[in-house]
């Protein structure tokens, strides 16, 4: 069928880039003594150097026409404003499929894996496996905003938006959805309420969708004491895995408006928030130019920046805990939809090997959740797992849905 959309380019007003040139001149710089080795967060060293490469040499303009090589559309979903990057497929019958990003995600994370998925055949893949790709903005993310009908969005609202822009919108009877990080519940809470009008889902982990739900969601732990016995190794795993969660997840659901009067005005203070989380989640040896150039911090950030999205994008947070998830029917598995699941070495849990991480979900409390089909683990490859590992990615995904497709 034909598109039903007419194509609406990216392009950020020039004011908008003066505003920000100025703002990085104007910068105000923190005393940081003793924090090289980054105990007490970003370290001001880094931070500086790629300021300075922000407002020197970094140029948004390329940036935004590697984006725009890409369809761009926007469309309003009941009161949502909701854009979307799309690449058609190239096959004789593509299944549609839409990819939903987290946080500090933007739509561009699955910019390595959309040309495979799209045209298997100029990738070393089989034609007859093409989807049409569509990668949404999360609402109050990026160019999906700003959201003044909707300021109580949460991961399980916007399932229901998704679906409505699949079938509604575009017109697709049946589609395959895929996501990561909080967009691994939005494709799961797709995969429990919509399951008929999905061929199934693949996502980069398998948490339950009650997952914020409760008095102390924002406690990474969940007020659970760290057990007494435990080896030194996965004593310290522990710890680092706490660590490495725990701060943004308190900061967002308990106290998002307050954070955001400062990152919302400050370009280095919002990239030291969300760069921290790129430099610790991802899979970089030590090195986060290692997995993000300069270029791809800053076009991401950039994202955020220029839609002035950072305050709304993590509310979201505490919306998934103060309008807490519901089930749309009391059967099991609570996903119905056929599941693939990519486990990433990095993320593994204290005391899990890769070698033992599918059989680590399958004793845990989660794996009756869904209706699991394809689950692997892989050694290498941190929380941003299309932009990391998207060859491992493509190929889980295409065996998710391998036989799925009528």
């Not at 996502?203 to 007020?223: E, N, P, Q, V, Y």
């Not at 090195?287 to 950030?301: C, G, M, N, Q, R």
Request: aromatic share 12%; hydrophobic share 40%; with cysteine.
């Amino acid at each position: 069928m034909s598109f039903p959309l007419t194509p609406a380019p990216i392009h950020v007003p020039d004011e908008v880039l003066a505003d920000l040139k100025q703002r990085l001149e104007l910068t105000r710089w923190p005393d940081d003594v003793g924090n090289e080795d980054g105990f007490y967060g970003v370290p001001r060293g880094y931070l500086q150097e790629l300021v300075e490469y922000w407002h020197t040499e970094y140029d948004w303009r390329r940036a935004e026409a590697a984006i725009n090589a890409y369809e761009h559309y926007r469309v309003d979903v009941g009161g949502v404003p909701v854009h979307f990057m799309r690449k058609p497929g190239v096959g004789p019958d593509p299944t549609p499929l839409i990819l939903t990003h987290g946080w500090p995600w933007t739509f561009w994370h699955w910019a390595k894996v959309v040309d495979p998925l799209a045209d298997p055949g100029a990738h070393g893949g089989d034609p007859a496996e093409a989807f049409d790709v569509i990668v949404p903005s999360f609402p109050g993310f990026g160019f999906s905003s700003p959201l003044p009908r909707h300021p109580d969005m949460n991961f399980w609202k916007v399932a229901d938006v998704w679906h409505e822009l699949m079938t509604g919108v575009l017109g697709y009877g049946k589609y395959a959805a895929a996501g990561c990080d909080v967009g691994a519940l939005v494709t799961g809470q797709l995969g429990h309420k919509y399951a008929a009008e999905l061929h199934g889902i693949h996502i980069g982990s398998g948490l339950k969708l009650d997952f914020f739900t409760g008095d102390r969601a924002w406690d990474f732990s969940g007020g659970r004491s760290i057990p007494e016995g435990l080896p030194a190794d996965v004593h310290a795993k522990v710890i680092a895995l706490d660590k490495r969660f725990a701060v943004h997840l308190a900061a967002h659901v308990l106290d998002s408006s307050t954070l955001a009067y400062g990152l919302s005005d400050s370009p280095p203070g919002m990239l030291a928030w969300i760069l921290e989380r790129w430099v610790k989640w991802s899979d970089n040896g030590g090195d986060v130019e290692t997995v993000f150039s300069k270029d791809d911090l800053l076009t991401h950030a950039m994202i955020y920046w220029v839609t002035n999205s950072i305050g709304t994008s993590i509310r979201t947070y505490a919306n998934n805990n103060r309008y807490p998830w519901t089930p749309a029917h009391d059967r099991w598995p609570v996903v119905e939809a056929p599941t693939g699941i990519t486990f990433v070495g990095y993320e593994n849990p204290p005391g899990v090997t890769t070698e033992g991480r599918v059989r680590s979900f399958l004793d845990s409390d989660r794996a009756a959740w869904y209706n699991h089909v394809n689950l692997t683990a892989h050694d290498r490859g941190g929380h941003f797992i299309p932009w990391e590992v998207p060859d491992l990615w493509v190929a889980d995904l295409r065996r998710t849905f391998r036989g799925r497709r009528t």
